[in-house]
């Protein structure tokens, strides 16, 4: 049965743009049913806003249904807030109570430019899946499809992290802004297949690099894998590490061949 | 006026589908044999727009770049990996027979043209059929990894309005994994070069030369900018707009305007009354919901549905003994049981709610319990299964689905209608096609589940690489229009000019609350069940409404920053014209037929009535310069291979 939170005090961030200064506006909802979701709780606010002439606070959100990867709240200092393995989408007010303060932030990371409000700029992360991300298998010249048997567990194991949503959580969630949980989840999915094989090595040095390039180094702090929504774990890393140290030296030893 | 009068009166524009002579199952390759081809060479000579990047527009674009076109790909999203093509939960139908369980090409084509109640076109969907089975391959070789068995092959399952297992699956994400590959390989063409990508960049108008598709003016979102992109071809792969009805399982940002915007510059909206309420959805828990959830139909494999026999129930479900459950899609429809299809389905949950029997809070549910399948199989096959479904569904309704039955409603799901196409998937303004979801032509009055991603895939791998060459070959070497063309110039200040009106509205409620207004207005009279008194009410309803959101509109902010209720008001603006246009189509269609039931024409036990004699065709309507005056155009519908029959599922 619902209930109904009372007096909810949100904490919210405003920047009207990447170049100017941003800061904390707080904002009080009076009453909200515990079945509405933290987005549809944003969504009162800004309706409320417009009705009253200000402007809406922005914020990324599409499919609301944890798949999509688009919302991206750093809530209570937590990527997605307070609830494991959740999207902010996913995340219902009964997981709070009345007379909260609730502080909500974009992500916050250098590889990720604030575009307005709780709107960042993700495209380093599309720039990582150009430079290897993929298996090249132009359309037309596919096998069938049964041709190779995949182990069911390498199946799996492949799914557990082709599960990925893009969201950029871990990036915000660590304290050096990196992406090896991204890059490793992408990496572990396509190196344990056998269709990856031919690119396995070249794809891994690739994307790594393209990685450093835009994101800070990874510490092991772990922090990313308590953050994903997707509950990925963070071995992918350790699987990423070992095929790009073997990469440094079987691409050399191919590539000199001749 | 008898409706043939009606007909005559009106057809203004000549409609001609293309569709290849020959056998059904010879059309699609002695199309491929007669098509012009453009040289390898050439191929970089001719730049294609694709707007969209779901799984038609990022295949399509991937695909063509691959050829050696030049390709500028469109999205409103901030990644391509975004599209909601990315939320189909339960799988892709491909005609493989991987199980030997007896199926083939022409089974699925004639599940899909029957499931689809016959107002398909049939050389279309046979297409669709064939391309089936070079999908699942392709979508293997791009490393998508579908669910195996232990021997290592591939696994499948069955699904709503079939009777062999022909359904691929990632777990439940196997949009996800499918748009994931698709997203993939357009990001590698990206990467290369073949593409250029426009993110955060929403459609605004179509722009029309001499009667050709020249290219698009589109809006920055970022910066509130708008520009003009020339192109050889361009290709809207923009999905439904089942958005309309503002509560439904799409997408917060799903919406219509691509299509419309076409629509208003010539190109035909085809059948906008076949959308979908698709079964099963956690029903709404409250006023201030903004979105409806999906639980997906292969749920319905172990899941059975039921109600309580008494109204006034109040016990929880696992103590409502078995003599007072009606399992009623078992009673019902025994040899389909709880897989039979969606409208069906839909029409049955919502006639027992209607009469009282609904369960939970609200009432406004039906239980779907896995009571059985957890004893029967265990719940970790259950868990394996199902799991990332049980476990949205607990986050959205707060209850455990392994200890108490879901509780399911219908909701708009997805639109068959769309715009009309051939068979090239051209609409009629040469130059411009439409692809995936934004087409009429492959569902008829009613999808069949896991035939979405299918036909996105076909649209974009398989038939939109092949045909826009047959348009492009003889344009060699020839000059088109360029942004500076004054179509350019005028499509742009139109633009700017109603943007700049949502800004200077002035009013007090927010596009929200129009949105939200509005599809009330849909639900209630073009909903799961339609009478010609309804549809008139909202014929009046509708305008009258649209009047108030041009006067008492308010869109706070500026047009030079992200501004997300800009955004929504022209999404909102189309919606209303095309709110309009959905009635007049239900309205006209004096029939029921799959998605579009019109409680007027029903048989003795409820089911659709279809009338051949009389609607046998697809609507097509033409912009008439004002939303309450479409022009009717009609294509005829001939079915050589699958014999029209009254579509039974007992």
Same mark, same amino acid.
């Given at each position: 049965?619902?209930?109904?939170?009372?007096?909810?005090?949100?904490?919210?961030?405003?920047?009207?743009?990447?170049?100017?200064?941003?800061?904390?506006?707080?904002?009080?909802?009076?009453?909200?049913?515990?079945?509405?979701?933290?987005?549809?709780?944003?969504?009162?606010?800004?309706?409320?806003?417009?009705?009253?002439?200000?402007?809406?606070?922005?914020?990324?959100?599409?499919?609301?249904?944890?798949?999509?990867?688009?919302?991206?709240?750093?809530?209570?200092?937590?990527?997605?807030?307070?609830?494991?393995?959740?999207?902010?989408?996913?995340?219902?007010? %009964?997981?709070?109570? #009345?007379?909260?303060? $609730? @502080?909500?932030?974009?992500?916050? &990371?250098?590889?990720?430019? +604030? /575009?307005?409000?709780?709107?960042?700029?993700?495209?380093?992360?599309? %720039?990582?899946?150009? #430079?290897?991300?993929? $298996? @090249?298998?132009?359309?037309?010249? &596919?096998?069938?499809?049964? +041709? /190779?048997?995949?182990?069911?567990?390498?199946?799996?194991?492949?799914?557990?992290?082709?599960?990925?949503?893009?969201?950029?959580?871990?990036?915000?969630?660590?304290?050096?802004?990196?992406?090896?949980?991204?890059?490793?989840?992408?990496?572990?999915?396509?190196?344990?297949?056998?269709?990856?094989?031919?690119?396995?090595?070249?794809?891994?040095?690739?994307?790594?690099?393209?990685?450093?390039?835009?994101?800070?180094?990874?510490?092991?702090?772990?922090?990313?894998?308590?953050?994903?929504?997707?509950?990925?774990?963070?071995?992918?890393?350790?699987?990423?590490?070992?095929?790009?140290?073997?990469?440094?030296?079987?691409?050399?030893?191919?590539?000199?061949?001749? | 006026?008898?409706?043939?009068?009606?007909?005559?009166?009106?057809?203004?524009?000549?409609?001609?589908?293309?569709?290849?002579?020959?056998?059904?199952?010879?059309?699609?390759?002695?199309?491929?044999?007669?098509?012009?081809?453009?040289?390898?060479?050439?191929?970089?000579?001719?730049?294609?727009?694709?707007?969209?990047?779901?799984?038609?527009?990022?295949?399509?674009?991937?695909?063509?770049?691959?050829?050696?076109?030049?390709?500028?790909?469109?999205?409103?999203?901030?990644?391509?990996?975004?599209?909601?093509?990315?939320?189909?939960?339960?799988?892709?139908?491909?005609?493989?027979?991987?199980?030997?369980?007896?199926?083939?090409?022409?089974?699925?084509?004639?599940?899909?043209?029957?499931?689809?109640?016959?107002?398909?076109?049939?050389?279309?969907?046979?297409?669709?059929?064939?391309?089936?089975?070079?999908?699942?391959?392709?979508?293997?070789?791009?490393?998508?990894?579908?669910?195996?068995?232990?021997?290592?092959?591939?696994?499948?399952?069955?699904?709503?309005?079939?009777?062999?297992?022909?359904?691929?699956?990632?777990?439940?994400?196997?949009?996800?994994?499918?748009?994931?590959?698709?997203?993939?390989?357009?990001?590698?063409?990206?990467?290369?070069?073949?593409?250029?990508?426009?993110?955060?960049?929403?459609?605004?108008?179509?722009?029309?030369?001499?009667?050709?598709?020249?290219?698009?003016?589109?809006?920055?979102?970022?910066?509130?900018?708008?520009?003009?992109?020339?192109?050889?071809?361009?290709?809207?792969?923009?999905?439904?707009?089942?958005?309309?009805?503002?509560?439904?399982?799409?997408?917060?940002?799903?919406?219509?305007?691509?299509?419309?915007?076409?629509?208003?510059?010539?190109?035909?909206?085809?059948?906008?009354?076949?959308?979908?309420?698709?079964?099963?959805?956690?029903?709404?828990?409250?006023?201030?919901?903004?979105?409806?959830?999906?639980?997906?139909?292969?749920?319905?494999?172990?899941?059975?549905?039921?109600?309580?026999?008494?109204?006034?129930?109040?016990?929880?479900?696992?103590?409502?003994?078995?003599?007072?459950?009606?399992?009623?899609?078992?009673?019902?429809?025994?040899?389909?049981?709880?897989?039979?299809?969606?409208?069906?389905?839909?029409?049955?949950?919502?006639?027992?709610?209607?009469?009282?029997?609904?369960?939970?809070?609200?009432?406004?549910?039906?239980?779907?319990?896995?009571?059985?399948?957890?004893?029967?199989?265990?719940?970790?096959?259950?868990?394996?299964?199902?799991?990332?479904?049980?476990?949205?569904?607990?986050?959205?309704?707060?209850?455990?689905?392994?200890?108490?039955?879901?509780?399911?409603?219908?909701?708009?799901?997805?639109?068959?209608?769309?715009?009309?196409?051939?068979?090239?998937?051209?609409?009629?303004?040469?130059?411009?096609?439409?692809?995936?979801?934004?087409?009429?032509?492959?569902?008829?009055?009613?999808?069949?589940?896991?035939?979405?991603?299918?036909?996105?895939?076909?649209?974009?791998?398989?038939?939109?690489?092949?045909?826009?060459?047959?348009?492009?070959?003889?344009?060699?070497?020839?000059?088109?229009?360029?942004?500076?063309?004054?179509?350019?110039?005028?499509?742009?200040?139109?633009?700017?000019?109603?943007?700049?009106?949502?800004?200077?509205?002035?009013?007090?409620?927010?596009?929200?609350?129009?949105?939200?207004?509005?599809?009330?207005?849909?639900?209630?009279?073009?909903?799961?069940?339609?009478?010609?008194?309804?549809?008139?009410?909202?014929?009046?309803?509708?305008?009258?409404?649209?009047?108030?959101?041009?006067?008492?509109?308010?869109?706070?902010?500026?047009?030079?920053?992200?501004?997300?209720?800009?955004?929504?008001?022209?999404?909102?603006?189309?919606?209303?014209?095309?709110?309009?246009?959905?009635?007049?189509?239900?309205?006209?269609?004096?029939?029921?037929?799959?998605?579009?039931?019109?409680?007027?024409?029903?048989?003795?036990?409820?089911?659709?009535?279809?009338?051949?004699?009389?609607?046998?065709?697809?609507?097509?309507?033409?912009?008439?310069?004002?939303?309450?005056?479409?022009?009717?155009?009609?294509?005829?519908?001939?079915?050589?291979?699958?014999?029209?029959?009254?579509?039974?599922?007992?």
């Amino acid at each position: 049965m619902s209930n109904h939170l009372k007096n909810i005090t949100l904490r919210i961030w405003r920047q009207a743009g990447p170049n100017v200064k941003g800061n904390f506006e707080n904002h009080v909802i009076d009453e909200i049913t515990d079945e509405a979701s933290f987005l549809e709780m944003l969504d009162i606010l800004n309706d409320k806003l417009v009705h009253e002439g200000k402007e809406a606070v922005v914020f990324d959100h599409d499919c609301r249904e944890g798949i999509c990867g688009t919302c991206s709240l750093m809530i209570d200092g937590q990527a997605h807030g307070p609830q494991r393995g959740t999207t902010a989408c996913q995340l219902h007010m %009964r997981q709070f109570k #009345s007379n909260d303060t $609730i @502080t909500v932030e974009p992500w916050r &990371a250098s590889a990720f430019p +604030l /575009i307005k409000d709780l709107m960042v700029d993700r495209s380093a992360f599309d %720039r990582i899946i150009e #430079s290897g991300g993929f $298996i @090249t298998a132009d359309t037309g010249g &596919a096998p069938d499809a049964n +041709l /190779i048997p995949i182990p069911k567990v390498i199946a799996d194991a492949a799914m557990d992290s082709a599960e990925c949503i893009g969201c950029g959580a871990c990036v915000a969630a660590c304290p050096n802004g990196a992406a090896n949980l991204f890059t490793g989840a992408k990496i572990a999915h396509l190196n344990r297949l056998p269709q990856g094989q031919a690119e396995r090595y070249s794809r891994v040095e690739a994307m790594v690099e393209t990685m450093d390039e835009h994101f800070g180094s990874c510490t092991n702090h772990g922090e990313c894998e308590a953050a994903c929504p997707k509950e990925i774990s963070i071995d992918v890393i350790a699987l990423m590490h070992k095929d790009y140290r073997k990469a440094k030296f079987s691409n050399r030893k191919d590539l000199a061949r001749g | 006026m008898s409706l043939t009068d009606n007909l005559l009166a009106k057809n203004t524009v000549q409609l001609d589908s293309k569709i290849p002579a020959g056998p059904m199952a010879d059309k699609w390759n002695s199309y491929k044999d007669n098509m012009k081809l453009v040289n390898p060479n050439n191929k970089r000579k001719f730049k294609v727009i694709v707007v969209g990047t779901g799984l038609a527009g990022a295949s399509a674009a991937a695909t063509l770049a691959e050829l050696g076109y030049q390709v500028d790909a469109f999205t409103f999203h901030d990644s391509a990996r975004r599209a909601h093509s990315i939320a189909a939960q339960g799988g892709i139908n491909g005609a493989k027979n991987y199980k030997g369980d007896g199926d083939s090409i022409h089974r699925l084509f004639y599940d899909t043209v029957k499931g689809g109640d016959f107002r398909a076109r049939e050389a279309n969907v046979h297409r669709l059929a064939e391309n089936s089975i070079d999908i699942i391959d392709q979508m293997v070789a791009q490393g998508v990894p579908f669910a195996r068995e232990y021997g290592g092959l591939l696994d499948n399952r069955s699904f709503g309005g079939a009777q062999v297992s022909r359904t691929f699956y990632a777990r439940g994400q196997t949009g996800q994994q499918l748009l994931l590959g698709a997203y993939q390989q357009f990001s590698r063409q990206v990467g290369l070069g073949g593409i250029r990508l426009f993110n955060r960049t929403e459609l605004i108008d179509i722009v029309v030369i001499d009667g050709h598709a020249s290219g698009i003016v589109v809006r920055d979102l970022v910066t509130g900018e708008l520009q003009s992109h020339a192109a050889h071809a361009v290709v809207l792969a923009t999905g439904g707009y089942g958005n309309a009805f503002f509560l439904s399982t799409n997408a917060m940002a799903c919406n219509v305007t691509a299509a419309w915007r076409a629509h208003r510059k010539g190109a035909l909206f085809a059948n906008p009354c076949y959308t979908q309420i698709h079964p099963t959805c956690i029903p709404q828990s409250d006023d201030s919901q903004s979105k409806l959830t999906l639980m997906s139909e292969s749920l319905r494999n172990d899941g059975r549905v039921w109600v309580p026999t008494n109204p006034d129930e109040t016990r929880p479900a696992h103590e409502v003994p078995e003599n007072e459950r009606d399992y009623y899609l078992e009673r019902l429809y025994p040899s389909f049981g709880n897989l039979a299809p969606r409208d069906i389905s839909s029409r049955a949950a919502k006639r027992l709610v209607d009469k009282g029997l609904g369960v939970g809070p609200k009432k406004n549910g039906v239980y779907l319990d896995f009571a059985e399948a957890i004893q029967r199989l265990g719940r970790e096959v259950v868990e394996e299964r199902y799991g990332n479904l049980f476990q949205m569904y607990e986050r959205i309704a707060g209850e455990n689905p392994y200890e108490q039955p879901m509780r399911i409603y219908p909701a708009s799901h997805y639109t068959m209608g769309g715009l009309w196409v051939d068979y090239e998937l051209m609409t009629n303004i040469p130059g411009l096609y439409a692809a995936g979801e934004a087409n009429f032509s492959d569902h008829g009055a009613n999808r069949l589940g896991a035939s979405a991603l299918m036909q996105g895939l076909s649209d974009g791998y398989f038939v939109l690489p092949y045909t826009i060459g047959n348009y492009l070959a003889p344009m060699l070497n020839k000059a088109i229009p360029g942004t500076d063309h004054p179509e350019f110039k005028a499509a742009e200040e139109a633009a700017r000019l109603r943007f700049n009106g949502y800004l200077a509205a002035g009013g007090t409620k927010s596009p929200d609350f129009f949105h939200r207004e509005l599809g009330k207005i849909i639900w209630d009279y073009c909903g799961m069940e339609r009478t010609e008194q309804g549809l008139e009410k909202a014929l009046s309803e509708i305008p009258a409404l649209y009047e108030e959101f041009k006067k008492d509109l308010r869109v706070t902010g500026t047009g030079e920053s992200m501004n997300q209720t800009l955004e929504k008001a022209g999404r909102v603006d189309d919606f209303f014209q095309l709110g309009m246009l959905m009635c007049h189509d239900a309205l006209d269609r004096k029939e029921s037929c799959g998605g579009h039931f019109r409680a007027e024409y029903q048989t003795d036990d409820g089911e659709a009535l279809r009338d051949d004699d009389n609607y046998c065709h697809v609507s097509a309507w033409e912009w008439g310069g004002d939303p309450m005056k479409p022009n009717l155009n009609v294509e005829k519908l001939e079915f050589e291979e699958v014999h029209l029959a009254t579509r039974s599922y007992k």
